[in-house]
Structure formats: C-alpha cells, structure tokens
C-alpha cells in the first residue's frame, strides 16, 4: 500500500475518533446517558455520512482514491463501524442478495454483542 493511501487512511482515523470523542461527549451531556443515545447518534451520522458519500462519490465528485479513503475508511471507520457494516449490507442489496443481506445484518448484530459479552465473561475470568 503506497505512503500518500497510509498517511490517508491513519490522518482521517484521527480526525474521526476525535469527531467521535466530540459528537458523543456532547450528545451525553445533551440527553444523558441512561440510554445509548450517544452511540446511537455517531452511528446514525456515519451511516448518514457513509451513504451520503457513496452517493455523492458515484454522481458528482471524483475524489481521488487517498480523499475517498481518507472520508471512508480513515474518518467514518473511526468515527463509527456501523457506516462500514452499512455499506456492506448496501452492497449485498445492489446486488440483488437480500436474503443474504438480512442474513449479514442479523449475524452481524447477534454476533457482535454475543462476542461482546464472550470477551467480557472470558477476561473476567481470567485475570486476576
């Protein structure tokens, strides 16, 4: 992977988890924090910004590969995960694969908070 694409990715990385860092002290100042509305907003707004950029990217703006992947990749990656799982079920649907797009949908969620309690239960059995 050339340098410009590394430097693009890793600057829009740090942009977006600190945008993330931004939107979700706010939010939980704003509404608090006995629901996950902070989570939730920064995966709504990258998921808005993920489609929005597809979009935009397809129709009206040939950025270049590194811009893309700075936006994509570096900024929304880590400004939220969710945009990328979204992009991916978007593909899937384009494609005319919807039953596997439901399938990725529900596998990804039930996956992902199962794993995240595996995590949880393993590491707190295992270290001291």
Known sequence: ?????????????AAGA???YAVMGA???????GFPYATLAVNVLGCFAMGAL?????????????????????????????????????????????GLAALYAAASVLFSVFAFFAGMYLFRHVLP
């Open 1 to 13: 992977m050339p340098i410009k694409m590394i430097a693009s990715i890793a600057v829009g990385g």
């Open 18 to 20: 600190l945008a993330r």
């Open 27 to 33: 939010v939980g100042h704003w509404l608090g924090t």
């Open 54 to 98: 597809v979009e935009v990217f397809a129709l009206a703006w040939s950025a270049s590969p590194e811009t893309q992947a700075f936006l994509t990749v570096g900024f929304l990656g880590a400004f939220t995960t969710f945009s990328a799982f979204t992009l991916d079920v978007n593909l899937l649907m384009i494609q005319g694969r919807l």
